[in-house]
């Protein structure tokens, strides 16, 4: 049952984005949630406006990519304006050269972005998020979690949950009560609008940052009538000045944009704090998305960080509810995300200190963007393509060297069939690992398929009931052993190119969030079932008398 109202498997405390995705990742899997959340209604502003390549990749997986992209706008990427300087020399980050289906960023307004979701696990789940509906406590009680709810009408109740996943947010109850740490600073403060403009003369298809010594402005055009700026001074005198409009327009003026504001649709303002939670779980609390970690916006990879943490963490807690995994592979959750949440404050600094770089005049910060390798690795690193785990993940010891992605790095997606097109991220569509058994170039299929037949029927034994499918590619057909929907030819070529697969037959695992968990040969091939053997308890197998 998806919904309990007194008992549900997992109560998630928030309803933006990352808990919309948490939520579907739990409920695709059959655990009961419930989704609450203390604001008034569905918000009918926006704030986090883009949406990275990775993040694309993410909900091409849930089913929802074609829907956003009816409601978003294709940006291109980002352009550097120094003062002083022709616009040819102006630095840029172009995303267009990225290798992904989703070579460029969506720009979105949260409000339309969160509807989306809201449908979406309407539709599939019957589930919406419960607003006015605020979490006042959570006291872990022996093997659940009792919460104190303050309900719309202002009356009580207790509910009981074996989880509670706090995305409530940089001030989160759960971290408070978890006795989690939040530790970090503030960099600066922030001013952000949404408003009409005229004049303008630039292109709004690309976010343009604009700035001096000790000015910065941020505009791009959202989809619809309206323009997001962005806007910080040294001093802070113009971020919290009363009058916003004028503020901004004084900004603009002196940094010589030309264009004139309208009437503001809204205006905020809000401190820029760099912190990370010193742990991301106690016992039977969680945290996740900004709960854990916030950073400056320079680059927009805040709310794409967040959603990939619950991406993460969906799986896996999915997988402890129903009984098929411990609880230590929560421990991972954690392990691989964290370094992630550093990651991306890293990555949001190094632009901060381009374009905020207050004090220091703009000419000065210009080498920063002449570094070798500068706009490929910030592409890389901003899009989330370049995010990996491959530090802390582990696989069996002993398996040969083979080429191609390295666990715990992107699983990157691949045209398998061009009319009618079937990719791979198609084949990973399901809520299990996905094993590919694939003939290297010249090698024997016969061999390929003998030794995929193995790890299949030795699977279906340990970890039945869908927990992984095994998928032949080959241009081999019923004779095979394998069905229509679990075989495939590499007709493009592109699996065998984007994952190096030569002359030599390999089999690769990937996770359900879309990562490498493993590659070898086919002689390795047993260490597959090893690998699986980590993430979910083995079923019992029956003895004869």
Known sequence: MPYSRNNPSVLIVGSGPTGMILAH????????????ERRLGPSHTTRAMTVHARSMEMFDHIGVAHR???????????????????????????????????????????????????????????????????????????????????????????????????????????????????????????????????????????????????????????????????????TGEFVHRT???????????????????????????????????????????????????????SGGQGMNGCMQDGFNLGWKLAAVVNGLSDASILDTYEAERRPIGEMVTEGAMSTHEIVMGFGIPPEDRYHLTQEPGWEENSIHLVSGLSHHYRDVVTVPAGLAPVSGPL?????????????????????????????????GDGASDTDTIAVATQVRDALEVRHPGGRVQVHLVTDGGDETGFDFDHRSPDECGELAERYKIGAQSQILVIRPDLYVGMSCTLADADAVVDYIDQWFTPARQSVDA
């Open 407 to 439: 666990p715990g790095e992107r699983a990157p997606d691949a045209l398998l069939v061009a009319d009618p097109k079937k990719r791979l991220y198609d084949v990973c569509r399901h809520p299990g690992f996905t094993v590919l058994a694939v003939t």
């Open 25 to 36: 990742e739990l409920l695709r899997r059959g655990v009961s949630v419930r989704l609450l």
């Open 243 to 297: 009058d916003k409009q004028a503020a901004f327009q004084e900004v603009a003026d002196r940094l010589g944009l030309g264009f004139t504001l309208g009437e503001p649709k809204w205006a905020t303002e809000w401190p820029i704090l760099n912190n990370i939670a010193s742990s991301y779980r106690t016992g039977r609390l969680l945290i996740c998305g900004d709960a854990s970690h916030i950073h400056s916006p």
């Open 68 to 234: 956003l992209e009816e409601v978003c706008a294709e940006a291109p990427g980002n352009i550097y304006h120094f003062p002083g300087r022709e616009f040819s020399e102006q630095p840029r980050t172009d995303y267009r050269t990225l290798p992904t289906r989703y070579a460029f960023y969506y720009k979105i307004n949260q409000n339309d972005f969160e509807q989306v979701l809201r449908e979406h696990l309407l539709a599939m789940y019957a589930v919406v998020p419960e607003y006015r509906t605020e979490v006042v406590d959570v006291i872990p009680e022996g093997e659940r979690v009792r919460a104190e709810i303050r309900l719309p009408d202002g009356t009580s109740e207790t509910i009981y949950a074996d989880w509670v996943v706090g995305c409530d947010g940089k001030r989160s109850m759960v971290r408070d009560r978890a006795g989690i740490s939040f530790d970090g600073e503030e960099v600066a403060a922030m001013a952000m609008m949404d408003v009409e403009l005229t004049g303008v003369t630039f292109d709004d298809t690309w976010m343009n940052y604009f700035f001096d010594e000790t000015l910065f402005m941020n505009v791009t055009k959202l989809p619809g009538k309206y323009w997001r700026i962005y806007m910080a001074d040294q």
